[in-house]
């Protein structure tokens, strides 16, 4: 397809949940991540020029505008959290930039049903939307994992460091063991045996991902080989959940679950509604629950035996005044239509 010829093009991704395994993934450990049923759709459509006029109407706060142009970023409201999800669009804009060797103008709309800093990658469901629905306006056919490698470096633009699991999970889709050797994130997809029944809870958002990331670096800067014990500890849990995951036996990763939580716990990542929200769940019938993603605020994923329990928990923590809902794991990762 030629440059030109493509007017609209929209990309849905889904979001995800950390099984088992963040921070310590950061450090060469494995993890185990999952594509859930929550999307980021963005639209790309041709705009005269070379600026890129960014809309959304639902990240974190409503209606929010901005520009890019030579002289960099405009907003048109202040809210720091929308400044934040729009980094990473124009960083995505920026990395197609780059491989396209082409700068043209663009409008950017962008719908989410996860808030920016939920914990369910919407950084990067944002960053890999932008990513495909901008390259299939300019006529590049760019596949999943491609997408997910410029993804990661539009996350590493705006944050700094990024181990490419959020990323590599929202474009692929499935339940996907990551593990980042030698700089490079290797996947390879999990059969699982029956439906996860997984809900989440959200819970406000204390700091970023790069603050998370880096509290776990200034502990183990203090006591390198107590923190390289707790992540080994943590890789090692995450080699159980794969052959627990493949074999079906929910009783017991829900068990890995909740050890890695308090490992994460132990790292410096949680937070009191964080701790009250794991409890709450497992008070209420779920057979494990820990933090997902960075931490810090954010969500709380629970497990629980069938989906039956699964409503039950799940009506307990709303009751309570929890942002509580199930989630379901999805196969597809990304797609881009063309309009
Ligand atoms: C954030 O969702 C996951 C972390 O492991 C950071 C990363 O993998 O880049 C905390």
Redesign the pocket.
């Known amino acids: 397809m030629g440059i030109g010829e493509v007017v609209k093009a929209v990309a849905k991704v889904p979001g ?1 949940v ?1 099984l088992l ?6 450090y060469g450990q494995p ?1 185990i991540v999952a594509g859930i049923d929550r999307y980021v759709v963005v639209e790309a459509s041709d705009l005269e020029g070379d600026e890129v006029d960014v809309y959304s109407e639902d990240i974190s706060v409503k209606g929010v505008n901005a520009r890019l142009g030579p002289g960099g970023a405009v907003y048109t409201c202040g809210e720091a959290i929308a400044e934040k999800a729009f980094s990473y669009v124009f960083e995505a804009i920026r990395q197609i930039r780059i491989i396209s060797e082409t700068v043209r103008g663009a409008a950017i709309r962008i719908k989410s049903d996860m808030p920016v800093g939920a ?1 369910l ?1 919407t950084s ?1 469901a944002v960053a890999a939307g932008t990513c495909a629905a901008y390259s299939a306006i300019l006529g590049l056919q760019l596949d999943p994992a491609t997408l997910a490698e410029l993804a990661t470096k539009a ?1 590493l633009g705006v ?1 700094g ?6 990323a590599h999970a929202v474009c692929l889709g499935g339940v996907n063991v990551v593990n ?1 050797a030698n700089e490079r994130l290797t996947v390879s997809r999990l059969k699982i045996r029956g439906p996860l029944p997984l809900g989440v809870v959200e819970t406000p958002r204390e700091a970023p ?1 790069a603050h ?2 880096e509290t ?1 670096a200034r502990l183990r800067s203090r006591y390198p080989d107590l923190v390289d014990r707790l992540n080994s500890d943590i890789g090692a849990i995450v080699q159980d959940g794969v052959t627990t995951i493949e074999s079906g036996n929910l009783t017991q990763l829900g068990e890995l679950m909740n050890i890695n939580h308090g490992l994460l716990s132990s790292l410096g ?1 949680s937070t009191a509604a964080m701790e009250e929200a794991v409890y709450s769940a497992r008070r209420a019938g779920a057979i494990g629950s820990k933090i ?4 810090m605020g954010g969500s709380v994923v629970y497990l629980c035996d069938t989906d039956r329990k699964l409503g039950e928990v799940n009506s307990v923590l709303r009751n309570m005044g929890m942002v509580s809902s199930a989630v379901h794991t999805v196969e597809k990762g990304v797609s881009v239509t063309l309009v």
């Open positions: 995800k950390t395994g963040e921070h310590a993934v950061v993890a914990g990658g990067a996350e944050q460091s990024s181990s490419g699991m959020d980042k991902t998370a990331v776990v990542v997902t993603g960075a931490g």
